[in-house]
């Protein structure tokens, strides 16, 4: 199992964006909705591999399905993102190459973002996690 890959807040701060009238605007996040450390493993007992993301708080979680081989975990009141969960085994690949899963987990934060507006920084912060610490969440993945 990988160990928890602390977040770099400045790292991920939102990026200052231009309006259409030319003013650069600086969002910044609730420290509530940035993860503090993220970490990614396979299951061996129910045979998935989870990108994990622990915040400043806890909270309960449930299971929402994005598609045959995704499911996700938010926090039942804030939406957050805490865990993607990946069945391997349906994918029935015998190898799974980063550089095409990478991709298919971004499209499903980016259907998430697309239905749950209220949190869409959230996710989008999830997302730039995992295009930044790729080989530190992904080496469960390619050891097994």
Partial sequence: ?????????????????SAPNGVKINLFLS???????????????????????????????????????VNIRVGKTSERLHAIEIDVQQLTARTVELRTFVPTVGQAIDALTAHKAHTRDNYKVAKELLGTREDELFADLVAS
Avoid: C, H, N, Q
């Avoid at 199992?1 to 964006?17: A, G, L």
């Avoid at 993860?35 to 396979?42: I, L």
């Avoid at 998935?48 to 708080?57: A, D, G, P």
């Fill in 31 to 69: 420290p509530y909705d940035v993860p503090e450390a993220t970490r990614g493993r396979f299951d061996d007992d129910r045979k998935l591999f989870v990108i994990e993301f622990k915040y400043i708080s806890d909270e309960p979680t449930r299971r929402e399905r994005v598609d045959d081989f």
């Fill in 1 to 17: 199992m990988s160990d928890w890959v602390p977040v770099d807040i400045e790292e991920i701060r939102t990026k200052p964006d």
